[in-house]
């Protein structure tokens, strides 16, 4: 079976791949422009950031990533959202102490005066059962 990728879906993609080199890469001005200003960021323990605390965590160096997989499993256009649902699994560091995530999640993207902007991330832990 075929997926065809429509030309927002292709950008969305790269978009998703350009903030998460941009947090690997420590360039937080450049994922400070991908986001939307009202940005909820959720974490593997439940805990939430908005845009300004996660960007604080990231600059004082509370939180620095190491490496980071995520694939992308499938966006959803619906409307001016994107939904995009995918596996990330990162090696970081969190108040000093190494950590392994191995995560389902979820990104939304929203078109915002016609740009994409990140709005929301929820991950998942794997390997927990309903």
């Excluded at 978009?15 to 400070?32: G, H, I, M, P, S």
């Excluded at 959803?76 to 596996?87: C, F, M, R, S």
């Excluded at 000093?96 to 994409?116: C, Q």
């Amino acid at each position: 079976m075929t997926q065809t990728t429509s030309p927002d879906q292709a950008v969305i993609q790269e978009l998703e791949d350009k903030r998460y080199a941009a947090v690997l890469n420590q360039d937080y001005d450049t994922f400070e422009d991908l986001c939307h200003a009202d940005l909820v960021y959720g974490h593997t323990g439940g805990n939430r950031d908005s845009l300004e605390t996660y960007l604080s965590k990231l600059r004082s160096g509370a939180l620095r990533y190491h490496r980071i997989d995520h694939p992308v499993e499938n966006i959803v256009l619906v409307g001016d959202a994107a939904l995009v649902t995918g596996q990330m699994s990162a090696d970081l560091t969190i108040n000093g102490s190494n950590k392994t995530l191995n995560n389902s999640a979820l990104a939304v993207w929203t078109k915002d005066a016609g740009e994409w902007k990140f709005v929301a991330y929820q991950p998942t832990p794997q390997g927990l059962s309903a």
